[in-house]
């Protein structure tokens, strides 16, 4: 994390094209090619940071309190993750905003952005199996928890990058939380689980 966490200081300050990953090794401390043994480019080597905010955004809804709903449990997750003070701060949040505005425009770190995306979605695909008791190995087989896990992650993700594209700030009715929270508003008649409405 150490490594991801120097990236993003100098993409943050220098920008991705000025930043070499010869330059991010050293600010890390460490050689060249011990990056390379991490790292196949510069752009790779911010994907912890990435990781680690989709999979706190996806580990909230696991540790929602059982009797909360699926859309309950994903709203819980949204004030859990997405409000600045609940785990990042507001500072952090204007890294957030850079590292999401420099993926839109580089086609390497928005392909970095994608998979971690993916894999978030992947995540909360087992957690939701979980939430509504659907056994592990049946997961596979039933193709609307996929669809339940996409459908709530780009909820989310459009509302991050939303934010990420202006000039809010993170608190307030124009934050990441609250874009999250209006577009799961907008799913009120999804059914997120078997034989359960979005609306409660």
């Known amino acids: 994390m150490e490594i991801a966490r120097a990236a993003a200081g100098l993409f943050v300050r220098r920008g991705l094209r000025a930043t070499r990953a010869e330059d991010i090794a050293q600010a890390a401390g460490i050689a060249p090619r011990t ?30 309190p059982a009797a909360l709903s699926v859309p309950e449990a994903l709203e819980h997750a949204v004030h859990h993750t997405l409000t600045p003070g609940e785990g990042v701060s507001a500072a952090s949040w204007e890294w957030v905003r850079t590292l999401i505005h420099l993926a839109d425009t580089s086609p390497a770190l928005r392909k970095v952005w994608a998979e971690v995306c993916r894999s978030s979605e992947d995540l909360l695909t087992s957690i939701l199996a979980e939430r509504t008791a659907t056994p592990a190995d049946n997961v596979a087989p039933h193709p609307h928890l996929r669809f339940t896990s996409a459908v709530a992650s780009a909820a989310v993700r459009v509302a991050v990058e939303s934010w990420a594209a202006g000039t809010s700030p993170a608190s307030g009715a124009q934050g990441p939380a609250a874009l999250a929270l209006r577009n799961l508003g907008a799913l009120r008649g999804f059914a997120w689980g078997a034989g359960e409405g979005a609306g409660a």
């Open 35 to 64: 990056f390379y043994r991490y790292f196949a480019t510069k752009e790779e080597a911010v994907a912890p940071l990435y990781a680690a905010g989709a999979r706190r955004w996806a580990e909230a809804v696991r540790s929602a």
